[in-house]
């Protein structure tokens, strides 16, 4: 019971599911996703105060301000992730500690406002690029050495639609319970 309670704070919308297939309609979908991502965060956190953004999603987890950092951190390599799969064969990404890079002075401290501005500008052009690829450039792949996993770029157009929504789901699930 424990562990079902837990697995439902730290996914509150589930796992990440990959669909049977990749349609052009899912692709477009997940992509109008990772565009509004940045609206639909910053109109859920603009107004917290700093006691709030202090608050851990979850006993043992990351604050609100952690998250909206994490946010950036972590699409900010998905950017960086399809640049190389575009112009390179195969690359093998750079993995990054996300659990260290959110324990960083400014992951812990920092304002948010300046990292919603970066993400706008940021999801603009994720969303931007994604929109421009075709058949081909979304098959081509990268190979994580976290899983030692080739992973195509269509894959990670769903991933990081999942994981915009994952974490805002973190902040919304937070506000409703309390009372925000």
């Given amino acids: 019971m424990e562990n079902l309670l837990l697995d439902k704070l730290r996914y509150p919308i589930g796992k990440f599911i990959a669909p049977e297939s990749y349609s052009s309609n899912y692709l477009a979908e997940k992509i109008a996703e990772i565009a509004s991502f940045p609206e639909r965060l910053k109109k859920e956190v603009i107004y917290l105060t700093d006691e709030q953004l202090e608050t851990p999603y979850r006993q043992n987890g990351w604050t609100i301000r952690q998250v909206i950092h994490h946010c950036a951190d972590s699409h900010m390599n998905c950017f960086i992730r ?3 799969t575009l112009t390179e064969d195969k690359p093998i990404i750079k993995y990054y500690h996300e659990d260290l890079w959110a324990e960083m002075h400014d992951n812990l401290t920092m304002p948010i406002q300046p990292t919603l501005s970066f993400l706008e500008g940021l999801h603009f052009r994720l969303a931007y690029l994604m929109k421009s690829l075709d058949e081909e450039d979304l098959e081509k792949t990268f190979i994580h050495p976290e899983h030692n996993s080739e992973f195509t770029i269509k894959e990670i157009i769903g991933t990081y639609a999942w994981h915009g929504n994952h974490h805002l789901a973190h902040i ?9």
């Fill in 82 to 84: 399809i640049k190389w």
């Fill in 172 to 180: 919304t699930e937070l506000k409703k319970k309390k009372a925000w």
